[in-house]
C-alpha cells in the first residue's frame, strides 16, 4: 500500500455550515461491514444524500449539487470528524474526490486518520474561514490554490495565507513517506525500550483459573 | 518537576523523540475488533509482516455479531464475513480471538478490565473511540484509526505526539438517583463536544474516588464525547481491589511488586495542567440530552431550549437543527416525552452494577404498555453474572427482552435498531443522528432513569421511584 503524496493542487470549494459533523454522519456504521477500503464514495454523508429507496434527494445534498461538481475542498463548521475513530471517514472523502477541508477545528482521531490518507485538515481563524464559507456559497467558479511545500492557501481574491500543519506530517505527505516504514527504522530502540520494560501484561497466558 | 499521571505514564513509553517528530509510543496492550481490524491484517500481509506482540495483542467480536441465540448462524452476511474474516486473521497471524461463541467474549471495552488486561500505567489503543473506558485503571487508553491498527500490530508502536492535559475535579456527594453516568453528561454539557480536543482528561475529587471501577469507567468511557482522546484516574485501593484475582492480572509475589509499582503513578502534589474544571457532585441531577450530539444534555428536571436563546448564531443553527431532527418544541420539559424503545447496555452502561441498577428498579414491576425494552449484557461474563443473581427473570418478567452480549442498538450495526421517527432512551454514549438506527432519535441517559421511563412509557425522574438506593 503506497503512502499518499500531496503537493500543490487547485480546485473549487464545496460549503457545508454545519457545527461538529460526526463520523456516524460522514460515514453511517452500517457501512462499516466491509473488509476493504473500496465503494465507499456513496456512503459518504449517505443519509443526507439518499432517500430511504436509495434515490438522491430533491434538492440533493450540497456535494450532489451539479454546481458542486469536482470541487474538492470541503468549508466545514466547527470540530469536523467529531465521534468515532472509523478510518472509513476518510476513506469515503478520499473516494468522493475531497482532497482538504477548512474548518475552525477538527476532532483529534479524525485529523490524525485524514493526514494518513492524504486529506489536508486545515484550521482557519474564524474571519478567514467565514469569508471562504460564503464565497463557496456564492461563487462557484472560485478557486483555492493549496501549496502544501510552503503551507499556504490563495484565495479567490490573489491572497495568499499560510496555514498551520506540523513540520512531521507535511514533510511525509511531500515526499509519501509510510509513518509505517518510519516506525520501522527504529526497531532496535524499540527492542532496547521492551527488554527494559518487560510489563505485566500477557494476552496469551492467564496467570490464575477463571 | 512534579508531574501528573499523564506525564508519568508518557515519559514511561517514549521509545524514541527525534526532533520535529511526533515521539514512538511503546503500546502496552492492543484491542482489536471485527469493524476497524480487516484492513489493517490486510496491511500487514501485502508487506509480508508479522503481529510483533501476539501476547500484547486480544481481539473479540462485539460491533457486528446478533444478540440473538448464539446457535442461530449470523444472518447478515456481510457481518458474518466480517466475523469470520476476523477469526481468518487472527489464526494466521497469532493473535488469541474470544470470539462470538467464546465464554469470555463481549464488548471490547468490557471484557479488558473484567479479565484483569487493562492495568494501571499501560498505553491502551484499540480502532474505537471508547478505548478511553480503560483510563479508569490510571491507564493511558485511546482511540485510533485502522492505519494505526496496522502500525501497532506490526510494532508494537505508534506515533504520537504529547497530549495537553485537563484536570477535571468532582468534588461533594452525589444525592440518591443520580450517577457516575450523569456527572459525566453534566461535564459535556457544560463544555461542549469539543471542549478537550488535544487533552487527556485526568477525573480526581472526593465525588470519583467514592466510585466504583464500573462507575469510573462510565466516566472514562464518555471522555471521547467531551472531545478528549483518552481520560484517567490515577488507581487507588478500589482499583487493586477490583483486579486482583482476576484471569490475566499479575500474581503473588509480580501482584506485589506491580501494586507497588503502580501506587507511585498518581499525579505529584503541585502538578500542573493546561486546563482545569470543577464540578460540584451535590448540586447535579440525574441528566438526559435531547439533541444530536452528547453536549446538548440537560438536568431532568430542565426545559428544551430556545434557539432564539442562543447569541452564537452557528449554535442556534445547531440547535434549531437538532430539535426539527427530534421533533421537541423550545419551551417543552424533557420529562413526560414518550418513548418507543428503551436500550439497556453498551461498554457506557451494560455492566454488572449498571444491570443490578435497572434490575431493581423494574422488580416485580412491569414495563410501560407498547414500549419495547432490551437489555443487552456487555458481555458473556456479565450475562452469566447476572443469570446468577436472577437478574434476567426480573427483567423477562417485567416484560423485558434479555439479549445475547454484543455493543447491539449502540451502534445499530447488527439489526437492533429504531425505526424511522422512533424515540429511543439509551444508556450508550452516542445521540447522533441514526445512530440507532436510521431517522431514529436518542435520548442519552442514566441506567435509572432509563428503566424508570422504562415502566411509564415516557422520560421519568428515578427521583421520585419509590425506595431508591443508590
Ligand atoms: S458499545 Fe457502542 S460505543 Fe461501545 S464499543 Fe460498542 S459500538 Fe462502540
Redesign the pocket.
Known amino acids: 500500500m503506497a503512502a499518499p503524496k500531496v503537493g500543490t493542487f487547485t480546485t473549487g470549494l464545496v460549503p457545508l455550515p454545519a457545527e461538529n459533523v460526526d463520523t456516524d454522519q460522514i460515514v453511517p456504521?452500517r457501512y462499516l461491514k466491509v473488509i476493504d477500503k473500496a465503494g465507499l464514495a456513496d456512503a459518504l454523508f449517505h443519509d443526507w444524500r439518499f432517500e430511504a429507496d436509495g434515490t438522491k434527494k430533491n434538492p440533493p445534498f450540497v456535494i450532489d449539487e451539479p454546481r458542486y461538481a469536482g470541487h474538492g475542498i470541503l468549508v466545514a463548521g466547527d470540530n469536523f470528524g467529531t465521534g468515532?475513530s472509523r478510518e472509513h471517514a476518510p476513506w469515503a472523502l478520499g473516494a468522493f474526490g475531497i482532497k482538504a477541508i477548512l474548518s475552525t477545528s477538527f476532532a483529534d482521531i479524525f485529523k490524525s486518520n485524514a493526514l494518513k490518507n492524504g486529506i489536508l485538515p486545515i484550521v482557519l481563524p474564524a474571519p478567514l474561514h467565514a469569508t471562504l464559507m460564503q464565497i463557496a456559497k456564492e461563487d462557484l467558479a472560485a478557486t483555492v490554490t493549496i501549496d502544501l511545500a510552503a503551507a499556504t492557501m490563495t484565495t479567490p481574491d490573489g491572497a495568499t495565507h499560510t496555514f498551520p500543519i506540523d513540520r512531521f506530517s507535511q514533510k511525509m505527505l511531500l515526499e509519501g513517506l509510510d509513518e509505517l516504514d518510519y516506525i520501522r527504522t527504529q526497531s532496535d530502540k524499540i527492542t532496547a525500550h521492551e527488554s527494559s520494560h518487560p510489563g505485566t501484561i500477557n494476552t496469551l497466558q492467564p496467570n490464575a483459573p477463571r | 518537576m512534579p508531574q501528573t499521571i499523564i506525564e508519568k505514564i508518557w515519559n514511561q513509553h517514549v521509545v524514541d523523540q527525534q526532533d520535529g517528530a511526533p515521539a514512538i509510543l511503546a503500546i502496552d496492550l492492543h484491542l482489536v475488533?471485527e469493524v476497524t481490524s480487516p484492513q489493517a491484517f490486510t496491511g500487514l500481509r501485502a508487506r509480508g509482516l508479522t503481529v510483533r506482540r501476539p501476547d500484547r495483542t486480544v481481539a473479540t467480536a462485539?460491533?457486528s455479531i446478533p444478540t440473538t441465540p448464539r446457535n442461530l448462524p449470523i444472518a447478515d452476511e456481510m457481518a458474518a464475513a466480517q466475523v469470520k474474516q476476523l477469526e481468518a486473521n487472527c489464526a494466521e497471524f497469532g493473535v488469541p480471538l474470544h470470539g462470538w461463541e467464546s465464554p469470555n467474549q463481549g464488548?471490547?471495552?468490557v471484557i479488558g478490565p473484567e479479565l484483569g488486561l487493562t492495568q494501571p500505567g499501560a498505553t491502551i489503543v484499540c480502532g474505537?473511540?471508547?478505548t478511553a473506558?480503560h483510563g479508569a485503571f490510571g491507564a493511558l487508553a485511546f482511540g485510533i484509526g485502522t492505519s494505526e491498527v496496522e502500525m501497532v500490530l506490526a510494532t508494537q508502536c505508534l506515533l504520537q505526539r504529547k497530549p495537553k492535559t485537563y484536570l477535571v475535579r468532582v468534588d461533594g456527594t452525589l444525592r440518591p438517583g443520580v450517577s457516575a453516568k450523569d456527572i459525566i453528561l453534566a461535564l459535556i454539557a457544560r463544555i461542549g463536544v469539543g471542549g478537550g480536543t488535544g487533552h487527556v482528561f485526568e477525573y480526581a475529587g472526593s465525588a470519583i474516588r467514592a466510585l466504583s471501577m464500573e462507575e469510573r469507567m462510565t466516566i472514562c468511557?464518555m471522555s471521547i464525547e467531551g472531545g478528549a482522546r483518552a481520560g484517567l484516574v490515577a488507581p487507588d485501593e478500589t482499583t487493586f481491589a477490583y483486579l486482583k484475582g482476576r484471569p490475566h492480572a499479575p500474581q503473588g509475589a509480580d501482584w506485589d511488586a506491580a501494586v507497588a509499582r503502580w501506587r507511585t503513578l498518581a499525579s505529584d502534589e503541585g502538578a500542573t495542567y493546561d486546563k482545569e474544571i470543577v464540578i460540584d457532585a451535590n448540586t447535579l441531577e440525574p441528566m438526559v440530552t435531547y439533541g444530536t450530539n452528547p453536549g446538548m444534555g440537560l438536568p431532568i428536571s430542565g426545559t428544551i431550549p430556545n434557539p432564539a436563546d442562543e447569541s452564537d448564531p452557528a449554535a442556534a443553527r445547531a440547535l434549531s437543527r437538532a430539535l426539527e431532527y427530534m421533533d421537541l418544541r423550545a419551551g417543552d420539559s424533557i420529562i413526560g416525552r414518550p418513548v418507543n424503545t428503551v436500550f439497556i447496555?453498551?461498554?457506557?452502561n451494560?455492566r454488572i452494577s449498571d444491570l443490578r441498577l435497572a434490575a431493581n428498579v423494574l422488580k416485580g414491576q412491569t414495563v410501560a404498555k407498547g414500549v419495547r425494552v432490551m437489555v443487552v449484557p456487555?458481555s458473556a461474563d456479565v450475562k452469566r453474572q447476572a443469570e446468577r443473581e436472577g437478574l434476567d427473570a426480573i427483567f423477562r418478567n417485567a416484560g423485558a427482552d434479555w439479549r445475547e452480549a454484543?455493543?447491539?442498538m449502540?451502534?445499530a450495526?447488527n439489526g437492533d435498531q429504531l425505526a424511522p421517527g422512533e424515540y429511543a432512551i439509551s444508556t450508550?454514549?452516542?445521540n447522533f443522528e441514526g445512530r440507532q438506527g436510521k431517522g431514529g432519535r436518542t435520548f442519552l441517559a442514566s441506567p435509572l432513569t432509563a428503566a424508570a421511563t422504562a415502566l411509564t412509557g415516557v422520560i421519568a425522574d428515578p427521583r421520585t421511584l419509590p425506595g431508591l438506593a443508590r
Not at chain 2, 447496555?345 to 457506557?348: E, L, Q, V
Open positions: 456504521a468515532s | 475488533h462485539d460491533h464488548i471490547v471495552h474505537d473511540s471508547h473506558t468511557n447496555g453498551s461498554c457506557t451494560g456487555g454484543g455493543c447491539s449502540c451502534i450495526m450508550s454514549n452516542r
